[in-house]
């Protein structure tokens, strides 16, 4: 150094890209471990696509491949909870709280997705089926399709409402949803839903009927349906509130966790035994195999609509290979039996030559 | 004021973080290089088959030390290679090492074809006919029976109805008693709608009925067996054991629907074994018919099949020699646990050894079985049925709960 002022420049000029080097780090790791929403799931998303894309497809590659992906779904659980408690976990670090009112750090949609990914909720297939009765609606029952429509659209707005947007709310009560919900059905069931149980008439009236009745059927599985995801979030809510009280005799027994892994068994735990408790209920019982019996009487339906859809091809039916199954059940037991006559008859046959 | 998460920081998550990825990427690594998950490997040879059903004997380890063969009755719902999950875990290969002479029913994957298959078919059908299968097989004029859960069911059904063939019935945590509410299994099949179910599918696929398994405890089932799998994940062998259970657990037959109506209908809803009023065929299946020898174990913290299903069958049967086994433990535990494998096998072993037959019954009953590679597998045809003489209880033994 020639003078003391080039030095001081050089010093500063090192240190300045220092710490443009630093915040360059800062970014990029930013960008790595956060998306925007603040999130820490992206770099599990596409190493999770990566991941997948480089499997191979061997014996079992099948199960390992399905295995990894539980265990993906697993660890994405577990992130999903980890968002779901960090305000909690960074209010508790940088301030002292009351800890009654952690309730109002934790967002009731966070949980209402874990609840939803854990117990496979899925509307999808439901808006499927309704949309491909719709279309069979459409061809046989073209005056009716303003109202098929209508309750089709009904049925998808009061999901989406209940899916996404009301949960959400702080102030949600799922008793209000659900009485919005029995409400709804029973003005279409008091209105457009009597088309429905009308008798068709005309050269195609039995397809129109089956229509009808698979179209009701569905309603009432998306009804059923509703009220059953309605009793899961309710536990689940009801478990979020239990870890937090946990968590507060924590607080005041002045005992802490070292990893997130203790507070994740805590939270296991508690979930686990809050569910099921809620599973050795009758109401519990009920309400599943209400949904159940409903989707599978809708599915029982919505095949004879694709029977009849298939009729004028060259192909076998389901009701038609359940027959030839069922001939051949009884052939087989007709020839089992005579075999074991046969054989019979000639073990006689030989004692008596003997 | 203190609070839990104190200790918990930012740089501890991302270290987390870190870790859990660097896991992920090993176990990914060793995921793409396992190319066979290995179940089942005891060397056995097919001796009987008939549609989807297969009958096989396992190759002898030891002298034999019966002579009475055992025949194992698995359920419908799973395969059971359960019972010989890996070579350090195989309850088959215990019983094999003590010189017993085992035959295993591999019920196969229902199609759709077998829809109408009823309980009377598997019970008085293929069981009997597997029976005689075995008899013939193991030149013996009767046959021990030991059923697994459903297969337990079964093998009493069986046992009531067939007394003549059946030298000692061993059942695993099978369930007799469905009047209970212990388990959430019975608890929700009390109401459920099988009509609906069974009408909706014909064979109902096994997907089903494996959702519900999960749901018995879906936060461990669900999202901490695989987060507990990562510990394991750098661990070729360790990994593999959990695919082998893993393979197991999802690896569901379908049920056939008229067998399944019959099951949850009559024995579920109506507990009609128990009432004595279960039909199979024209036959009323009668417990106290059951006089021969009875082993009846199960586990005492089974979620599936809680104790009270199982206890009161050794007072609803006819015979006197009756012992009541408790196993600490769970389900599956009583079959792959590491405690299970040092004390069922030669529990059971034991019991069947001091039950075994005299020499008269045995008709020239080889040393040891077969090998593997040696021949004659009878297709789908019926067997002779050979004439047995009835059972005859031996002198009364005192009933026993052994513990470990």
């Known amino acids: 150094m020639e003078n003391p002022s080039d030095y001081i420049e050089s010093w500063m000029k090192t240190q300045q890209q220092a710490i443009n080097s630093l915040k360059d780090q800062a970014a990029q790791m930013q960008s790595f471990f956060m998306n925007t929403s603040g999130a820490t799931d992206n770099p599990f998303t596409n190493w999770t696509k990566s991941a997948f894309q480089a499997f191979p497809m061997g014996v079992d590659a099948t199960l390992a491949k399905d295995t990894f992906s539980k265990t ?23 301030k002292s709280i009351d800890p009654n009112n952690y309730a109002d750090l934790a967002d009731p949609a966070k949980m209402k997705a874990l609840v939803e990914k854990l117990f496979n909720f899925d509307i999808g297939a439901m808006s499927q089926l309704q949309e491909q009765t719709a279309k069979y609606a459409d061809v046989y ?20 409402n209940f899916m996404q947007g009301n949960f959400a709310q702080n102030d949600f009560q799922p008793e209000t949803l659900i009485k919005q919900m029995q409400a709804a059905y029973a003005i279409f069931e008091s209105t457009t839903g009597k088309v429905f149980s009308a008798p068709a008439v005309g050269k195609d009236r039995e397809k129109m009927e089956l229509i009808s009745k698979c179209a009701k059927a569905m309603s009432s599985f998306a009804a059923n349906n509703i009220e059953y995801q309605q009793l899961m979030q309710v536990t689940g809510q009801e478990a979020m509130q239990a870890v937090i009280k946990t968590l507060a005799e924590k607080v005041e027994a002045g005992e802490k966790f070292e990893k997130f892994d203790e507070f994740f068994a805590l939270w296991i735990d508690v979930n686990e035994k809050t569910f099921n408790k809620l599973f050795q209920t009758k109401e519990f019982s009920k309400k599943r195999n209400a949904m159940t019996e409903a989707g599978f009487n809708a599915r029982k339906l919505y095949n004879e609509i694709i029977e009849n859809q298939l009729a004028d091809l060259p192909i076998a039916r389901r009701s038609e290979m359940d027959e030839v199954y069922k001939l051949v059940y009884d052939l087989r037991k007709q020839v089992k039996s ?16 003997e | 004021m203190n609070n839990p998460f104190s200790n918990i920081d930012a740089k501890l998550t991302m270290k987390y973080l870190g870790d859990f990825n660097s896991k992920l990427i090993k176990g990914a690594e060793l995921l793409t290089d396992i190319e066979e998950i290995d179940v089942g490997t005891a060397p ?5 088959e008939e549609d989807k059903l297969k009958l096989y004997r396992y190759k002898a380890e030891a002298d034999k030390s019966c002579g009475v063969p055992v025949l194992v009755v698995y359920a419908l719902v799973n395969r059971p290679y359960m019972l010989d999950i890996q070579p350090d875990r195989s309850f088959i290969r215990n019983l094999l090492k003590l010189g017993l002479d085992v035959y295993i029913i591999d019920w196969g994957y229902p199609t759709p074809s077998d829809r109408y298959l009823s309980m009377d078919d598997y019970i008085n059908g293929y069981i009997d006919n597997c029976v005689e299968a075995v008899r013939k097989s193991a030149k013996s004029e009767k046959v021990s029976l ?8 079964f093998s009493a059904i069986y046992s009531a109805l067939h007394p003549e063939k059946i030298q000692n019935l061993i059942t695993l945590v099978a369930p007799f008693d469905f009047s209970t509410n212990d388990g959430l299994l019975f608890n929700w099949s009390k109401t459920m709608d099988v009509d609906a179910l069974v009408d ?7 997907n089903i009925l494996n959702d519900g398994f999960l749901m018995l405890m879906p936060f461990n089932l ?39 109506r019959q099951f949850v209908k009559d024995c579920y809803q109506g507990n009609k074994l128990v009432k004595g009023k279960l039909k199979l065929g024209a036959k009323t299946v009668d417990l106290g018919k059951i006089t021969m020898p009875i082993l009846t174990i199960y586990a005492s913290a089974d979620h599936l099949v809680p104790p009270a299903a199982t206890k009161p069958f050794n007072d609803l049967v006819g015979s006197e020699d009756k012992t009541l086994y408790e196993f600490q433990g769970g389900h599956i535990g009583v079959f792959v646990g590491s405690r299970s494998q040092k004390e069922l096998a030669p529990a059971i072993s034991k019991w069947l050894i001091q039950r075994d037959v005299p020499a008269p019954v045995k008709v020239a009953a080889a040393k040891v079985a077969p090998k593997a590679d040696e021949p004659e597998v009878v297709k789908a045809t019926l067997m002779p049925k050979v004439a047995a003489k009835p059972s005859s209880p031996k002198k009364p033994k005192v009933t026993n709960t052994p513990k470990s």
């Not at chain 2, 059923?147 to 069911?153: D, E, F, K, S």
């Open chain 1, 141 to 160: 029952q073209q005056f009716g399709k303003p109202w098929t429509d209508a309750w089709i659209n009904a049925a998808k707005s009061q999901s989406s």
């Open chain 2, 200 to 206: 909706a599918y014909g064979v109902v696929p096994g």
């Open chain 2, 222 to 260: 669900n999202i901490k067996k695989y987060i507990d799998m990562l510990d394991v994940m750098e661990d070729k062998e360790k990994l593999l054991n959990f695919l082998r259970m893993e393979k197991w657990i999802f690896d569901s037959p379908g049920q056939a629907g008229e067998c399944l």
């Open chain 2, 44 to 48: 056995r040879q097919l001796i009987y």
């Open chain 2, 146 to 153: 030991m059923g697994v859960c459903q297969g337990g069911t």
């Open chain 1, 338 to 353: 005579m075999e074991f006559q046969i054989k019979e008859l000639k073990t006689s046959a030989s004692k008596t030559k």
């Open chain 1, 72 to 94: 993906l779904y697993g660890n994405d659980a577990m992130q999903k909870l980890y968002e779901l408690w960090q305000p909690m976990l960074d209010a508790i670090r940088n």
